[in-house]
């Protein structure tokens, strides 16, 4: 920061200057393009493929397919503009193959070989903490609880120059706040002269590992993690950083970006490092010695890699704490994606699409027990499979689109709108990162399951899914929802030792394994019928829609009759607790 800048920004500060008013308006559809020549008139980033002359238009294959799936566009017919160029299926990142064995906690379906996998995949997997990076940690989380942040400056009806100051005020505070109660000598000297600039590369760090045990952890800083991103993403923006000429935002620490920074990034294309990040799962169908084994197994291939790469540049606890951030990942993955594969076992042994057991057809009727679909029983089980299945692949990728939900955020250049969206003042900000990723899952999802029903409509950057943030938080939410329901179901068996409790499933529900089939039905039903939204505009089958109907099925868990054996398993509540 240069004396002029840090002297103006005392000026704003005191009271002496005030910012300039200007007549901008933030706008997410100002923001909106024509396609660079030769790509996609779609998602304009990606180089067109194919032709529809029907349509005039060109794509890249993934939005032609998204956007002649059904209807009159489904009779276009494409024609490729690179001739040697294959039908291409999608090119995911973090795709693994059946040439190397991975982890069963870490593969959903087959892909390219391990070595591939891990150096895609160590490029979105954060470096665990370590112990002093932890004691940094709890003074951010101690200052953002104390913030009101977004409660000042998120504000109706203020002039932007006046919420720019606001904005200043409270972004100087904070960062101020962190460097007094990290070293009460430079905060006190920041505290007279204002020099930002000198403190830049503390303020990146620490702010870096708020946002790093946050993408490793999305049960905790629920609250805190949102005034964070809102703050970084005000300091980002050009209007401020005329005054405050400092970057608070540096890119996550990886796993990758650390390895290939001390040149150990062969560690990843190991083929021992399958052993050494696999979770050791105590599922009951392994004896205490299998367990035994497998964890010294491990414990020996985390040691041996360790060793093997080590050198002057890197140490070997270094390497270890790499693999065991792997290792964090795979643990994240079975407490996220695996609900999701136990759900879609549960609806694929229990259910039968061509055949419909007497009482238990998943049909539903628009307008009948608030339902806004009608689907027969056939195409209410696919639809179910495929919402579950794109849940699954969401998840399986979930720290990739984190990452590139934070860079959609954080960037300077993506403008956002203040506005009402009936769900309160919210930040309107497109995410075309984000986008192009989902839209990339949902072809490849589509092509899996195979026939599609009800919209492929992806809501970001609009009143239903208003910016990034909102859609990571509503994706991290799919465990929340599943895995109590899993429990329950898995907990029937066991509470039904007790003889008065059987007795009493017996002769109200008609034995565990119809109570365990009659919520299934009910969730498959009730959780995937379109509703759960403030109207019938914004309600039905879009990917959206689809999360906020099982919501919905959620708040209403008390009216139902198993709700007591859901008390009895152990059950208090979907959202877990919020504080921490």
């Known amino acids: 920061m240069t004396a002029a800048s840090s002297s103006r920004l005392a000026r704003v500060l005191d009271g002496a200057e005030e910012v300039a008013d200007e007549d901008t308006v933030m706008d997410v559809e100002a923001q909106t393009e024509e396609a660079p020549q030769g790509f996609c008139v779609d998602c304009k980033d990606q180089r067109a493929r194919v032709r529809c002359e029907a349509c005039g238009d060109e794509y890249c294959r993934v939005c032609f397919n998204m956007l002649h799936r059904k209807g009159k566009r489904s009779s276009h017919v494409p024609i490729s503009l690179t001739p040697n160029d294959e039908n291409c299926s999608d090119e995911r990142e973090g795709m693994t193959s059946a040439d190397q064995p991975v982890p069963s906690s870490i593969a959903s379906e087959p892909r390219v070989d391990a070595g591939n996998y891990f150096v895609e995949r160590a490029k979105y997997i954060p470096i665990r903490l370590t112990l002093a990076e932890r004691k940094k940690l709890r003074l ?18 203020v002039k932007k120059a006046k919420r ?128 035994n084994r497998e964890s010294m197994e491990k414990h020996r291939a985390i040691e041996h890699l360790a060793q093997k790469y080590s050198s002057k540049r890197i140490e070997t606890e270094e390497i270890q704490l790499c693999l065991y951030s792997i290792g964090d990942n795979h643990s994240f993955l079975t407490a996220n994606r695996d609900p999701v594969n136990k759900m879609i076992t549960y609806l694929t042994t229990l259910f039968n699409p061509d055949r419909i057991e007497e009482g238990y057809d998943l049909s539903i009727a628009d ?136 007795s009493y499933i017996r002769t109200t529900f008609g034995g565990p394994e119809k109570l365990q089939k009659d919520i299934l039905l009910d969730f498959f039903r009730s959780a995937f019928d379109g509703s759960g939204a403030d109207n019938f505009y914004d309600a039905g089958s879009c990917i959206d829609g689809r999360l906020t109907s099982a919501w919905h099925w959620c708040s209403n868990i008390s009216e139902k009759p198993f709700y007591p054996i859901f008390k009895l398993a152990g059950f208090t509540s979907f959202d877990g607790e919020f504080q921490k």
Request: charged share 25%; hydrophobic share 40%.
């Open 367 to 502: 307008g009948a027990g608030g339902a806004r679909l009608s689907h027969s029983h056939a195409k209410q089980y696919q639809y179910v499979l495929q919402s579950l299945t794109l849940w699954k692949e969401i998840a399986h990728d979930m720290f990739r689109l984190w990452c590139l939900a934070e860079e959609d955020l954080l960037s300077p250049d993506n403008r956002y709108d203040l506005k009402d969206t009936g769900q309160g003042l919210q930040r309107v900000q497109g995410a075309p990162r984000v986008s192009k990723a989902m839209r990339n899952i949902l072809h490849s999802t589509q092509q899996r399951v195979g026939s599609w029903i009800g919209s492929s409509v992806v809501h970001l950057g609009d009143n239903n899914v208003p910016n990034a943030l909102i859609f990571i938080d509503k994706y991290t939410q799919v465990a929340s929802i599943l895995n109590p329901i899993v429990i329950v179901l898995r907990n029937i068996p066991d509470l039904c030792k007790n003889p008065q409790i059987e």
């Open 140 to 157: 951010v989380e101690a200052a953002l609880s104390v913030s009101c942040y977004t409660d000042k400056v998120d504000t109706p009806g």
């Open 164 to 291: 720019v100051h606001m904005q200043l005020q409270e972004i100087c505070s904070f960062l101020s706040s962190l460097l007094i109660a990290t070293d009460y000598a430079a905060g006190k000297e920041l505290m007279d002269s204002r020099e930002f600039k000198e403190h830049e590369e503390f303020f990146q760090t620490i702010l870096e590992i708020g946002r790093r045990h946050k993408v490793m952890n999305p049960e905790k800083m629920r609250g805190e993690y949102g005034k964070l991103i809102y703050m970084l993403q005000d300091a980002s923006s050009q209007e401020v950083q005329q005054f405050l000429d400092i970057s608070c935002v540096r890119p996550l620490k990886t796993v990758y970006s650390y390895l290939e920074e001390r040149g150990a990034e062969g560690v990843l294309k190991d083929g021992l490092i399958t052993v050494a990040t696999r979770e050791i799962l105590a599922d009951g169908l392994k004896t205490r010695n299998q367990l």
